[in-house]
């Protein structure tokens, strides 16, 4: 493509040489003014297909760099993402060992707290039968206790 261009601008540039001998006015030389400004108007074409070949070459090498940066960018953020997404599940599997923990210890609570009054209550009680072993239970500390077991509503 190169040597075409050159090989148009040196018979341009020889045939505008030839100009010069051609007589004023003639049809001589009228016909190549017209084979030069055709040869002209062919050079420029030619340039203006090289110039709109390199233009498109461009912007499909900027097009394919836009696009491999862009796929660099969708693969980091998915990256990003699944880094996030573990953290996450981390965070939830962290976050459910504490709830299975504090779930534990309220029961854990709880059973002491219905357990130990009824340990409690028990030792009084049967402390309280032995100083009872009349068969009337006269003594408030045992009313007390008996009331204690009643249910309430």
């Not at 090989?7 to 084979?35: F, H, P, R, W, Y």
């Not at 940066?69 to 998915?78: G, H, N």
Request: charged residues 35%; proline residues 1%; contains cysteine.
């Amino acid at each position: 493509m190169e040597e075409i261009n050159k090989l148009m601008d040196e018979e341009i540039v020889s045939q505008i040489k030839g100009l010069k001998s051609l007589q004023a006015g003639s049809q001589e030389q009228t016909a190549a003014v017209k084979n030069l400004t055709a040869l002209y108007e062919a050079r420029i074409n030619q340039e203006k297909v090289q110039l709109d070949a390199d233009d498109k070459r461009e912007k499909r090498e900027m097009e394919r760099e836009q696009h491999r940066a862009d796929e660099t960018l969708r693969k980091s953020q998915a990256a990003d993402e699944a880094a996030a997404r573990e953290r996450d599940l981390k965070l939830k599997e962290a976050q459910a060992e504490d709830q299975k923990i504090d779930r534990l210890v309220r029961a854990g609570i709880e059973m002491l707290g219905i357990g130990l009054p009824l340990v409690c209550y028990g030792h009084w009680f049967r402390k309280g039968l032995k100083f009872e072993e009349t068969g009337s239970i006269t003594s408030s500390m045992m009313r007390n206790l008996i009331n204690k077991f009643k249910t309430k509503k």
